[in-house]
């Protein structure tokens, strides 16, 4: 079974920095899309940022000029580095791959997320 497994959250005062991460393991065939995810209290998750294997990138309005997304192909890992940290962006982070895994084609794994706390 194909495991993402997130790490690196914790709790940080507003304006400081992050690094999260991601490793992916199993029967991995290919990984085409990778993303990081987020969801706040009472809140949907909704998508921070995107990364497709060439390394494209896409953020949201939110966190753009704050967040930066990048990937390892040949280690299977995702990234992202976090900087001026708002109390708004207090939320479980989700790492999320689609491609050819466990034998399936676009297919979608899910992490069980890291816990990032900002405070005021």
């Known amino acids: 079974q194909v495991q993402l497994v997130e790490s690196g959250g914790g709790l940080v005062q507003a304006g400081g920095s992050l690094r999260l991460s991601c490793a992916a393991s199993g029967t991995i065939f290919s990984i085409n899309a990778m993303a990081w995810y987020r969801q706040a209290p009472g809140k949907q998750r909704e998508v921070v940022a995107t990364i497709t294997r060439a390394g494209f990138t896409n953020y949201a309005d939110a966190v753009k000029g704050r967040f930066t997304i990048s990937r390892n192909n040949a280690k299977n890992n995702l990234y992202l580095q976090i900087t001026s940290l708002k109390p708004e962006d207090t939320a479980v982070y989700y790492c999320?791959?689609?491609?050819?895994?466990?034998?399936?084609?676009?297919?979608?794994?899910w992490g069980q997320g890291t816990l990032v706390t900002v405070s005021s």
């Open positions: 999320n791959a689609e491609g050819v895994l466990d034998g399936l084609l676009n297919h979608e794994v």
